[in-house]
């Protein structure tokens, strides 16, 4: 059963030997060998038993697919229509290069899902791609660890830099996202303390300006580092040489999708579906108003 926004993807993949097989994202299809059916429709319940596939649609709304998973939360292995997203990284990557280009010497993307938005930038820009930060990938998501001890923590455990390719060099490190901005500053330190003699950031979405209401653990308003800063006061709390993020439009039009299909609150504040005022009252700074970008 699919929410009747279809906030989430759910996809029906076929085994060889004819029974179906329902996952999140199609990237658990491949795993098993299983051949990717079609999404779930938003609102639609389907029932599988011995005579097949059963469908129903229970609750018809606007789609309304959380943009998020396309810039970060999906795996780049799984498709949204017809494309991988690793394709729909690639492309926001090239739109940041045009909308934000630097002069430096190396790109290098943020493991894991900054890397696709990084190869976009350096092919639109034509300097060089390098991996330059090694993950230890026996760590999980910085982002969605509970207390901020543990994301430091997280963080030191999990990015190590490599000083034979950033020595010396103007870096531009790509990066999905900046949430509360923990992450970010200690990179750049990390980067820094490698030998980079100057360190740009580009983001491949938009400020996170507000928390999720629809399954998504964000934190509250005020922890979010957007809600309270500006683009400029970002870049000097993490300590970068110059920072620029995606522009809303252009990780829309990346899409290649009439914009309305998509959620994008958590960079606008626009709710596409209500969310109960107790629920607001506990995330959102209603008293104050978020710093325009
Ligand atoms: S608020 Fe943000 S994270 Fe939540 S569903 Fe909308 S786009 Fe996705």
Known sequence: MRDPNGVRPLVIGQLDRGGYVLASE?????????????????????RIDAEGLHSKIWQEAKPKLCVFEMIYFARPDSRNDEESLYSYRIRIGQILAQESPADVDLIVGVPDSGIPAAIGFARTSGI???????????????????????R???????????????????????????VRGTTSRKLVKAIRDAGATEVHMRVSSPPVTHPCFYGIDTDTQDQLIAATKS??????????????????????????????????????GDYPIEVPEMLKRSKLMLEQTAKSQ
């Open 231 to 268: 683009v400029q006061e970002i870049g000097e709390q993490i300590g970068v040489d110059s920072l620029a993020y995606l522009s809303w439009k252009g990780m829309l039009d990346a899409t290649n999708r009439n914009p309305d299909h998509f959620c994008s609150a958590c960079f606008t």
């Open 152 to 178: 430091e923590a997280g963080i030191r455990m999990k990015l190590n830099p490599l000083k034979d390719v950033l020595d010396g060099k103007r870096v531009l490190i790509v990066d999905d996202s900046i």
């Open 128 to 150: 060089p791609y390098a991996e330059g930060l090694i993950k230890n990938r026996y760590v999980g998501r910085t982002f969605i660890q509970p207390t901020q001890s543990m």
């Open 26 to 46: 199609s990237c658990g299809l491949d795993i098993i060998g299983a051949t990717y059916l079609r999404d779930v429709q938003p609102g639609e319940i389907v």
